[in-house]
């Protein structure tokens, strides 16, 4: 027994320690990132040109179209696609595939319909 009294004292003893050496790692602020008011930033056209278009209202119909444009941008530079793709045509009907229906059990669902266009 008095071999487990000392390992459990050993193990209390390194958690004591092991507690003590994280809160004091804490208490002075080590591996916290600095403030963002102290990171030096270049000024953002685009970011500025945001801002502005949050407050414009529906009767400011120039700068609405500007504002659009700036919202197509910002929206094609986050979503990572290239602005010179050509936009599809909305009216276009799309074109419909059949997908193959032959690893279906038969009879489970039935088979589509194919309409004319």
């Not at 949050?54 to 986050?78: H, M, N, P, T």
Request: glycine share 6%; proline share 9%.
């Amino acid at each position: 027994m008095s071999d487990f009294k000392a390992l459990y004292a050993g193990v209390t003893i390194f958690v004591v320690a092991l507690a003590a050496a994280c809160t004091i790692y804490l208490r002075d602020g080590g591996g916290q990132p600095q403030p963002a008011s102290s990171v030096v930033r270049e000024p953002d056209p685009v970011a500025a040109e945001l801002e502005r278009c949050r407050s414009i209202g529906y009767e400011q119909k120039d700068r609405l179209a500007e504002c659009r444009k700036v919202w197509a941008d910002q929206r094609r530079q986050f979503l990572g696609q290239s602005s010179n793709r050509a936009r599809p045509d909305p009216d276009a009907t799309p074109a419909v595939s059949v997908r193959d229906q032959g690893r279906l059990p038969s009879g489970l669902f039935p088979k589509p319909m194919q309409t004319e266009r």
